[in-house]
T-cell receptor, first 118, second 111 residues
Framework: EAQVTQNPRYLITVTGKKLTVTCSQN?????MSWYRQDPGLGLRQIYY???????DKGDVPEGYKVSRKEKRNFPLILESPSPNQTSLYFC?????????????????FGPGTRLTVL | GQNIDQPTEMTATEGAIVQINCTYQ??????LFWYQQHAGEAPTFLSY????GLEEKGRFSSFLSRSKGYSYLLLKELQMKDSASYLC????????????FGSGTRLQVQP
């Protein structure tokens, strides 16, 4: 089954304790992205990756890191989490229409990770 | 940046038709998406418009007018399971291809 998976689905942690949220897709997508969703603010992009070893900042990158060592995986790293990073996080992936020839680059979302930082 | 506006909440009756509007202001445009999101779940893709006009897919249709910066999602024969948030998202015409989302419209379908 084609899907985007995230782990963990739920996490409660304390300020300053490093954590990693994993994201994996089995659709051979080039493009992957992380969003956070907060009430009244909608989904906002944190980081994205156009392909292996190519990553860049989105709209709200402060306090986050990412890596893309393999095409299928795109982990989100919080080196020193703070309470303002309490949120619902979504990973998404899509084809790159520049290389795939598809007319649309519909993004498919993982199930979400609900993070609480105390 | 972009500004995307959609109503916060709507209520409709089972079996009826509802139209959810979305307006956007952007310096670049490379397509508009509609997603459905049930509470606490992932957004799921509903429709995509890049050219003006109506795209129909079963009970769901989406319309786009690029000159007016306007789109709507039309849901017909409403079912209780259609109670969800509906997210309008614009693909910026930039290299990073981020989706910029509106805050979503929460639709409540009543019996």
């Amino acid at each position: 089954e084609a899907q985007v998976t995230q782990n963990p689905r739920y996490l409660i942690t304390v300020t300053g304790k490093k954590l990693t949220v994993t994201c994996s897709q089995n659709m051979n997508h080039e493009y992957m992205s992380w969003y956070r969703q907060d009430p009244g603010l909608g989904l906002r992009q944190i980081y994205y990756s156009m392909n292996v070893e190519v990553t860049d900042k989105g709209d709200v990158p402060e306090g986050y890191k990412v890596s893309r060592k393999e095409k299928r995986n795109f982990p989100l790293i919080l080196e020193s989490p703070s309470p303002n990073q309490t949120s619902l996080y979504f990973c998404a992936s899509s084809f790159d229409p520049r290389t795939s020839g598809l007319h649309t680059d519909t993004q498919y979302f993982g199930p979400g990770t609900r993070l609480t930082v105390l | 940046g972009q500004n995307i506006d959609q109503p916060t909440e709507m209520t409709a009756t089972e079996g009826a038709i509802v139209q959810i509007n979305c307006t956007y202001q952007t310096s670049g445009f490379n397509g508009l998406f509609w997603y459905q999101q049930h509470a606490g779940e992932a957004p799921t893709f509903l429709s995509y418009n890049v050219l003006d006009g109506l795209e129909e897919k079963g009970r769901f249709s989406s319309f786009l007018s690029r000159s007016k910066g306007y789109s709507y999602l039309l849901l017909k024969e409403l079912q209780m399971k259609d109670s969800a948030s509906y997210l309008c998202a614009v693909n910026e015409d930039t290299g990073r291809r981020a989706l910029t989302f509106g805050s979503g419209t929460r639709l409540q379908v009543q019996p």
